[in-house]
């Protein structure tokens, strides 16, 4: 979830992959992957942009208010 978190404040992979220490290929592979697991796109791409598609708004928001919720359950 780290890299959907991620990747949904920076829009960009490349920036992504830096604040996360991978490459750009790993957040859109790992990107890739869960959206295969969640059975929609989260992200739209284009050459030159990234945006957030609805659905990953609002997973976006779901994770952020659990996160809220449980403070005491995140990564140190």
Known sequence: MEAFLTLAEEL????????LHVSTARISQTIRSLELRVGVRLFARTSRRVSLLPVGQQLLDDLRRSRDQHPDCQAP
């Open 12 to 19: 960009h992979f490349g920036r992504t992959a830096a604040r």
